[in-house]
């Protein structure tokens, strides 16, 4: 893959350089915020890492500028603010997922690989904008409408409704969803992912399951005509 890592810190930027070369990716790299944003506009890449707190033009409003152009790229963003309302608003501003330093490379780099995959799978269209029925979803705004009318989703439950929407018409299988949404590579044998279907049923009015289908054994799907 090739990345892009935004960050002012010399040595998180260059540790972070060298192990993803060493993994085999290519890899530049930007010590501001309005450097990584001047690159990520013109180059293409793969995914981005980016530091929040960023001098010239800070981590978020970076990724909010690359989402409001359409640029759909996928962005992992570093912070050392970790508390839950630090991250929502990381991801609300259009970041697919976040990491709190310290970190073990490791954790980056699985992170940072899940996320390429995910942007790359067959059928995840990069579009701005998902349908499915009078289901819409709005990824630039972060909105979901059902019927018009607006439903407020919790960031996961946002990521889980936008995967499926993403493979419309295709089943999509819980090892899938473990590792798209929740970038889990193994089975926890948990009730995870039927806890956050049934919630988001409940938000979206899908009380008959006629939305989102169950295929027992196998996992779910979202087509046009239910």
């Known amino acids: ?7 002012d810190d ?5 540790y972070i350089h060298k192990g993803l070369r060493e993994a085999g990716h290519t890899a530049d790299a930007a010590e501001d915020g309005e450097t990584g944003q001047h690159l990520a ?8 890492i980016v530091d929040r707190m960023l001098p010239k033009i800070d981590g978020l409003t970076l990724v909010k500028t690359l989402r409001g152009s359409g640029n759909l790229v996928g962005v992992l963003i570093l912070s050392s603010l970790g508390d839950v309302d ?15 330093k310290p970190f073990a490379f490791v954790e980056l780099l699985a992170r940072v690989e899940a996320l390429g995959k995910r942007m790359a799978a067959p059928g995840a269209k990069q579009t701005t904008h998902l349908k499915a029925g009078d ?13 018009g009318k607006v439903v407020e989703l919790q960031a996961r439950e946002f990521r889980l409704l936008e995967y499926l929407l ?22 926890p044998q948990s009730s995870v992912i039927d806890v956050h279907i049934s919630r988001l049923r409940k938000k979206l009015g899908d009380t008959d399951s006629r939305l989102i289908k169950t295929v027992r054994g196998a996992g779910y799907i ?3 005509g239910f």
């Open 86 to 100: 630090d991250r929502v608003t990381g991801l609300r501003a259009g970041g697919d997922d976040y990491l709190v």
């Open 166 to 187: 993403k493979f419309k018409g295709q089943l999509v299988t819980r090892t899938m969803l473990l590792e798209g949404v929740w970038d889990y590579h193994f089975d």
């Open 10 to 14: 010399a040595k998180i930027r260059d």
């Open 135 to 147: 289901l819409e979803m709005d990824l630039l705004s972060r909105k979901v409408r059902r019927g």
């Open 222 to 224: 979202i087509e046009d």
């Open 41 to 48: 506009l013109t180059e293409k890449y793969d995914v981005l």
């Open 1 to 7: 893959m090739k990345i892009l890592i935004i960050e």
